[in-house]
C-alpha cells in the first residue's frame, strides 16, 4: 500500500509519498508565497454553473458572553442579520469562488423575503428560479436566530419554518428545464427535499449527465429517495453511523458507498479534526484488502499536526473492508483543517455550506480530492473568522486561496 501526503505550494514543508519502505520526496516550487502576488489566477471557463436547491433564510446572530438563565436579561456583544440556509450560503460561496450559481427555493414577498433575494443578487447569484408570494397572501419568510457563545465559540439556532413550504408544482416545466440548462452541478440541501426530488428525477429521465451532491446534515424527510440519485455525499460528523448503524465512521462509509451504487466519494466533516473521505474506485482491481479502521488510523498517525494550514493523507487504491459489511475498491482520504489561533475563531455558523460551497468549486473545475480537501478546509476556516456564515467567506482572488488554486 501506498500513502500520499499531500502539501501545498509555499508551505514550510515536502510533499512526501510513503511507502512501507521508504519516502519518496517532492519538492514544490520555491518561494511561492514571495512571488503569489505577481500570478495571475487561471482563467475559469464560462460554462460553470451549479444549480442549487433549497433553504434560503434571514439569520438574526446574536453574540453573548454565556446564555441567559431562565428570567433572565442580557445584552448582546455584537448582533448582525444577514442572509443564511444551507443552499443560500454554499451558492453564495460557489459565487464568490467564481463560478455561476443558480438557486431554486421560496420566500414570501416580505421585508425578509426581499433581503434574501436582493443579498443573493448582490453576490451574483442567479435567484430568477425562487417562488415569491404576494403580500395579501398570508406566507411567512424562514427566519433562524442563532446565538454565539463567546468564551467557548458555540452557538444555539433557533429556526423559525417559512410558511408554506415550497411545492414542486410550484416550479414549472419550462422553469425546471430553463434551470437546468448549461448546469454543470446539481446540489440540495434535501431542505426542499420535493422539489428537489422532482428535479433529479427530471435529470435522470433526460439523461442531462448532470452530477448531483446532497448534503447529508442529520436524517430528514426526503434524504432517503435523493440519496439515491447522488453521485456525491458530504455528511456531518454524526450522519454517516447514524444512518448506517455501522460501528465506526469508516466502516459507515463502506456501508454508504455498498448502498448507494451511484455514488462516486461520501466526505464526513469532523470539525475541527477535518474529514474523512472514501472514493470508489471503478478502474482498478487491487490485490491487497485493508480493514478500514486501521487503513483510516495509519493514514491518521501520517498527518503532520504541526503544521497550520490544511493537508490531505490518502491512500492508494485498496479493496477497503468494514467487519460484517464488504469490501469497495476504495481510496481514503484523511484532510485536516486549519489550525486557527482561538483569537480568530469568531463564529463557526455555515463553516460546513463554506465547505460544501468549496467542494462544489472543486469538482466543477476537476481538482483531484489531494488539494480539494485542503482547499475545502481553507475556506472553511475562512468564514469562522467572522460573525454570521456569508461575513468571512472568501473570494476567488483572497491571498489565502491562492496557494490552493496554483496547484
Known sequence: MMITVAALPG????????????FETRIPGENFRTKMSSVSLPPLPDNLT????????????????????????????????????????ALTCVARLGLKSRLISKVADDAQGRSILEELQADGV????????????????????????????TRTCIHTP????????????????????????????????????????????????????????????????????????????????VWTEAPSIGSALVSMLLRLPKLKF????????????LERSVNESPEEEMDVDSLVESLKQRKQDDIAIPTCVSS??????????????????VGTAEKIPPSEVIDTTGAGDAFIGAVLYAI????????????????????????????????????????????
Open 316 to 333: 492508494t487504491v485498496t479493496k477497503v473492508r468494514a467487519n460484517g459489511i464488504g469490501t469497495v475498491n476504495a481510496r481514503v482520504f
Open 162 to 241: 417559512g410558511y408554506p413550504l415550497m411545492r414542486p408544482e410550484e416550479l414549472s416545466g419550462s422553469s425546471l428545464s430553463s434551470a437546468l440548462d448549461g448546469a454543470r452541478l446539481f446540489y440540495s440541501d434535501v431542505r426542499l427535499h420535493e422539489t428537489a426530488l422532482v428535479i433529479a428525477q427530471e435529470i435522470q429521465a433526460t439523461r442531462k449527465n448532470i452530477p448531483i451532491l446532497v448534503d447529508a446534515e442529520k436524517k430528514r424527510e426526503g434524504l432517503d429517495d435523493l440519496l439515491n440519485f447522488s453521485d456525491y455525499v458530504v455528511c456531518s460528523a454524526t450522519f454517516p453511523q
Open 126 to 153: 442567479d435567484t430568477s428560479f425562487f417562488v415569491q408570494f404576494p403580500r395579501r397572501e398570508i406566507h411567512r419568510s424562514l427566519i433562524s436566530l442563532l446565538t454565539t457563545k463567546r468564551e467557548v465559540k
Open 11 to 22: 508551505a514550510t514543508f515536502k510533499n512526501s509519498v510513503i511507502t512501507s519502505s521508504a
Open 266 to 277: 461520501v466526505i464526513v466533516t469532523l470539525g475541527e479534526d477535518g474529514c474523512i473521505m
Open 50 to 89: 451549479v444549480l442549487g436547491c433549497g433553504a434560503a433564510v434571514v439569520d438574526l446572530l446574536a453574540a453573548v458572553a454565556a446564555y441567559p438563565e431562565p428570567d433572565d436579561k442580557i445584552r448582546t456583544t455584537s448582533l448582525k442579520v444577514q442572509g443564511g440556509g444551507n443552499a443560500g450560503n
Open 364 to 407: 466543477c473545475t476537476n481538482m483531484p480530492p489531494e488539494n480539494m480537501l485542503p482547499f475545502a478546509a481553507q475556506v472553511a476556516a475562512a468564514g469562522c473568522r467572522a460573525l454570521g456564515a456569508r461575513t468571512g467567506l472568501p473570494h476567488r482572488s483572497d491571498p489565502r486561496l491562492a496557494p490552493f488554486l496554483h496547484i
